[in-house]
């Protein structure tokens, strides 16, 4: 069986292009619509979609994990390429480009990207991204039967996001400095 999984799909940047577009559009429409509610319509947006990029955050690496002891080229190799690819497409990046457009845009109405929470929230989710880049680039390797990690540096990395999103959603609700 041939192992490699071949998404028929636009390429990444035209898919970021639309999702930022989509995503910008929405925004429009929301200030346009809800005059005096808007902030509170855009910040369930941003927890909708910071909750749809964590669950893929922390699913991700449960799938690298499995996908270690597989053989290369079996059935079930074929079946967590094409699950985490998905997953990566689907959820991951357009819930990454939502969370950034809204989380920006209550910064700067609201908060004129002052507060030190809101820099040292701004530093975490620079290093969340950051994995988020290396889990995407991660799924090519994968793709590619290229992985160069074992099953239980996946196991230790999957902890990565989840502390991350601990320290994130202190600094936001608690706002301690
Ligand atoms: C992607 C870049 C992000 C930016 C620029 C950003 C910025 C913001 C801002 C300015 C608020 C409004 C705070 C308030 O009204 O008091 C907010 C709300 C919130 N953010 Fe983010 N955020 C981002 C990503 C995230 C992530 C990754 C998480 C969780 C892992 C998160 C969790 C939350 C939560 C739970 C709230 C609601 C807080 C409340 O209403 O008390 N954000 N965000």
Redesign the pocket.
């Known amino acids: 069986m041939n192992s490699a999984y071949r998404p028929r799909a636009a390429s990444p940047a035209v898919r970021a292009a639309i999702a930022i577009a989509v995503t910008v559009a929405i925004l429009a429409a929301v200030i346009a619509t809800t005059p005096g509610q808007a902030y509170l319509w855009i ?1 369930s947006l ?2 909708v979609a ?1 909750i749809s ?2 669950a893929g955050m922390l699913y991700l690496p449960r799938l690298f994990v499995n996908h270690c002891s597989v053989a290369v080229g079996s059935p079930e190799s074929v079946l967590l390429k094409g699950m985490e690819q998905r997953l990566l497409r689907i959820i991951l990046n357009p819930a990454m480009i939502i ?2 457009v809204t ?2 845009w ?2 700067w109405s ?2 004129g990207f002052h507060g030190g929470w ?1 820099h040292g ?2 530093a975490l ?1 620079l290093v ?1 991204s950051g994995v988020h880049g290396h889990l995407s680039a991660s799924v090519r390797a994968f793709a590619e039967d290229r992985n160069r990690y074992s099953e239980r540096t996946w196991r230790v990395l999957n902890e990565v996001p989840a502390l991350l ?1 601990i320290g ?2 202190v600094l ?2 608690v706002k301690p400095f």
């Open positions: 910040k941003h927890v910071i990029w964590m969370a950034w989380g920006l209550m910064a609201v908060f809101l929230k701004l989710v969340l999103m994130i959603v936001v609700i």
